[in-house]
């Protein structure tokens, strides 16, 4: 019985100092607790109002990002317009925005339509589909539907007044 009582006392003494050196200043366990996460990206997309139409019948969008880090921002942008003569026209672009902290950061992207048909002056909705970006440790996605004024390419920029 006395050897049992000696490994009990001599298991617990091993037990209490590993508990002392973990908890010790300066020991491994404390400068774990003590690192820092990154802090997870936020990004944020903007589409102006006013978005013309080229004279190959394309859209003209122009806009901003704004992010917490400096970052590649990818935005995939879908236009749709209903037209009288055509039931619905569709396009979607692709464009890679450079993106650094502390003021809106410009993009500009012209969204070619799908099949035979072209944009036309009149409403459209705009539609950011997708705008990720990705920084240490986190990524961000944001999403963004708009109703524009596709103007015509030699009209000046001027807000209608909307339904």
């Known amino acids: 019985m006395r050897s049992q009582t000696k490994f009990r ?5 091993i037990v209490i100092s590993l508990l002392l050196i973990t908890l010790a200043p300066g020991s491994v366990a404390q ?17 102006s ?7 190959e019948g394309q859209v003209s ?14 935005l995939v942008i879908r236009v749709t317009q209903e037209q009288a003569e055509n039931p619905l026209v569709r396009g979607l672009e ?3 925005v450079a993106c650094s902290p502390g003021a809106p950061v410009p993009y500009s992207i012209i969204v070619s339509p799908v099949g035979f048909a072209t944009f036309a ?3 459209a909705y705009v539609d950011v589909v997708r705008a ?9 996605v944001v999403l963004l539907s708009k109703r524009v004024w596709v103007r015509h ?10 339904p």
Request: glycine share 10%; hydrophobic share 30%.
């Open 49 to 55: 109002g006013n978005a013309h139409q080229t004279p």
């Open 31 to 47: 400068a774990r607790s003590r690192r820092q996460l990154p802090q997870p990206i936020e990004i944020g997309v903007t589409v």
């Open 9 to 13: 006392f001599i298991g617990l003494a």
């Open 132 to 140: 990720t970006a990705c920084g240490e440790g986190s990524c961000d």
């Open 94 to 96: 692709r464009v890679t």
């Open 121 to 123: 002056r009149g409403f």
């Open 153 to 162: 390419h030699t009209e000046p920029v001027v807000q209608p007044v909307q």
């Open 61 to 74: 969008l122009h806009g901003t990002v704004t992010c917490s880090e400096s970052t590649d921002v990818n």
